[in-house]
């Protein structure tokens, strides 16, 4: 449960008892339940609460309210914290087992709601569905035609979806009890590696069971090449769906050789958080080198008292091996011989040498280095390292740097648990010698599989494009996540508003910083990705030596390349 929805959970629950005070003549106020709800308010919008203003909105007699107060400060319930250090005045709030029960307390709620309007089984959890806004109703409500067609039975919209804090909430948003416009059956979210197959299963189906699928962008040059799904220019132009209001780099995760496969649902960037209170403490500047963020690492490292320098994805497979992509982007090269040019690298306009491996390189070597080196001032387990343990790492506060996902950063801000709300940093990559900030995007593509039968085509297209429409990114990044990839959305007061992040990425963007060639969508990608998950990591592991890891990396991926007729 993020802070957005436990707020909105707060805000209900204060509008329920209100009739109840107002209406029964022998209702009296409840001081624990006033300032247990204003306490946790506060504490979640960061709010310094001082105890003569908690005491304030207990609604009983002053002197009746300290008392209450101090009794729940003895207990523990609510704890004092000095404003600045060697400050006589205090800020209150609740403890951790009590802001966990109250928690607890919401679910509850929140599932009793569902349960009680007929929305979920008894056996469903109670984040199957999203607690929605009030603005639900009056800013995303779905197109006249899509609704007619959903409410009155004709047809159920199928998704295929990838397994992650993305696609969850806009399950929940489609399911949620204002709409009710699919049931979680209509969804199925896989990860990575089962979407992947799932892929290529439905495409062999004579009927697809899909009316939308979900594409990893570094996915699309093999998409294409195995025709699993179709072009939607002619669709795009039909709905006057403006590709310049996407970010080009984003707009172009879906294009290959001219036409457009995929709208790009969400778009998520590699970045470098960083614990602002602690270089701010210790008067460090931010880092925009590989140096600069080893030295930053060392400093902060201190295992003896449960910090790390840096959390990154070191795990065998697929983690390492974007991780080395990326550094490899932060070198100025990438890991084949793709011309560059102003603008980037035009991966799928690349032709025969243009297609061969250059992972035995300098850059290479220099990438490698710089992961051993980082490796010293990482988590003990940093090599099964993959994105969830990174960002519960950083989240925790066990560590001072970690590179991450925009998209799952967004719990840095959010979460309930965060150890790190408003204390983070977002930086640009830092730059490799002789490289620059190059910013890997990623994200999804929403796309219409092959085997779609052409009666059911158009309805598929209409929900996508009110999926991408600036209102329905514009609710989500206002639910905690920062990844819209729209220049309306991220140019929105309200959505700027809602995270740093959106303000960071459009800078970025704006900057042509944003990278998609750093993880090549040629179709092979899937097999270049498991090489340097395999070699890359014997390296960092000691088992081999890091050209002979490079070198090992180098010849296999020649020989896929070789039988792919590249060259």
Known sequence: MTEHELLRIIAFLERVRQPFQELVPIAEEDATWNLLLFLIKNHLTGTPVAISTLASVAKTPHATAMRRIHALIERGDILQEPLAEGSK????????????????????????????????????????????????????????RLIESLFRGKREIKFLLNDDNYFLSMRNMWADFRNNMASRKNFD???????????????????????????????????????????????????????????????????????????????????????????????????????????????????????YGIAWNGGCGMPIASTFMFLMGCCGESILRIPKTSLGMGVDEARGEQLRPQIFSDAGLRVLDYLHRLKEYSPPDILDMDWDRRTTSFLSGQTALAYCWTVRAARFETDVSSAVKRKVRYLPQPRGPGGASNNPIGGFLLCIPANLPPDRVELAFEAIAWMTSPEAMKANVQNGFPVAPRFSVAADPEAAAASPIVSVVDRLAKQNKLKGWPRPPVPEYLSLEAILGDEIHKALRGETSDKEALRNAQDRADHVMREAGYY
Request: charged letters at 25%; one cysteine or more; glycine letters at 4%.
């Open 89 to 144: 005045r205090f800020r209150l709030r609740p403890s951790e087992a009590l802001l966990e029960s109250f928690i607890q307390y919401a679910r509850k709620i929140k599932y009793l709601l569902a349960e009680t309007f007929g929305l979920r089984s008894k056996t469903d959890s109670d984040e199957d569905y999203y607690f929605g806004g009030s603005y639900f109703a009056a800013q995303i409500i779905p197109p006249p």
């Open 189 to 307: 979210l896989q990860k990575l590696p089962q979407l992947h197959e799932r892929l290529v299963e439905n495409a062999n189906l004579a009927v697809s069971e899909y009316d939308i699928v979900a594409i990893n962008a570094p996915w699309l040059g093999e998409a294409v090449k195995k025709k699993l799904v179709i072009p939607l220019d002619d669709h795009i132009k039909s709905a006057s769906l403006s590709s310049l209001d996407f970010h080009p780099s984003v707009w172009s995760m879906g294009t290959w050789r001219g036409q457009q496969f995929g709208v790009p649902i969400y778009c998520t960037i590699e970045l470098l958080a960083a614990r602002s209170d602690l270089f701010e403490r210790d008067r460090i500047d931010y880092p925009t080198t590989f140096e600069k963020t080893v030295a930053a690492a060392k400093h902060f490292h201190a295992p003896a008292k449960g910090r």
